[in-house]
């Protein structure tokens, strides 16, 4: 189970441009403590330093017990070394000497400002895993609309200090009527700038900035999939086979578990289909099936090992999800073929 409680999401994620596209799914005024962490506009810069990265992470050596001449002595392990923050007595993570570990008000602020220009608008920053993730969401000020659809153009930076992910930078799209991350274009392979955590590891803002593009470039890349999409009827004996397919089991089994598994994913997404204000209305297109499967990927699908928002925004970064609705569009076309 991960640690990201109800209070540490309402506290520790700082969500912008509520104004435009409401709160956040997690959003609890209860569990946010002595101040609110969503914002009408733009998220400030200087609250992401003094609420989320108000701390340094430091390298501490490690030590081995041992037991010499009846006496538990310790010794320190060559190459080896431990990430904590300054603030707290948590392992973040263990690395050998040639780790280098980023500051997260470089990697994720001013390198992210150094590559997009001055003045930019953040749309959401947060920490996870104790601070061991942190991530800062870059947005358009002015939501998109095409064919009903409204949705917000990003670049988000994330970094790590536990191994999990190397520096990372992206782009996306998170439709407004469901708080629900879609990749830059749902026809074209996902941009991504990353760099390793290794002491010869240099940024160049210009290198980044040329492989993700501009925010504008984004909104254009995304609104002519909606045009394709929303245009693109889906029968409903399509969408009954698109289901057979998403949601197939062993029928071989020797327990119903399977059969049982895939027939709650079908009624669920059956159910987004004909009932969910985030689905139904672009039932009947191919918008609408992707709609559901990627709802139903953020909302509904069992989460095991991890928070759903860390989940979604792992997802996010690491192209799983991207992937994910490519896979839906391959399935799409072929029972519509």
Known sequence: MSSETMEWLNQFTLIGFTDKRGNAWHYREAAQGGEPNHYPGAVPVADITRRLFN????????????????????QVVE???????????DVLGIFKGGYQVNQYTQSLLNDVEEM??????????????????AWVQIEATDTLTVNGVEFRPFIMAADS??????????????????????????????????????KNAKFNAVTARDALGIIEEIGAEFSADIEMLTNWTVTDAEWAKFLDEVCK???EAKTTRSATIAQNKRDDLNNLWENDLRVKPWAGTAFGVVQATNTYAHHIQTVRGANRAERNMLNSITGATEKADAETLRVLELVTA
């Open 55 to 74: 701390f340094q992470l430091v390298e501490r050596p490690l030590y081995v017990p041992m037991m010499v001449d009846g006496e538990i002595t310790y």
């Open 116 to 133: 997009l220009g001055e003045g930019i608008e953040i749309g959401s920053a947060g920490l996870l895993k104790k601070g061991a993730v």
């Open 79 to 89: 190459d080896r070394k431990a990430i904590m923050r300054n603030d707290a007595n």
């Open 249 to 251: 089991f062993d029928a």
């Open 161 to 198: 200090c536990d191994g999990s992910l190397a520096r990372t930078y992206n782009k996306g799209n998170t439709v407004v009527v469901c708080d629900n991350t879609m990749a830059a274009s749902l026809s074209s392979a996902l941009a991504t700038f990353k760099m390793k955590h290794t």
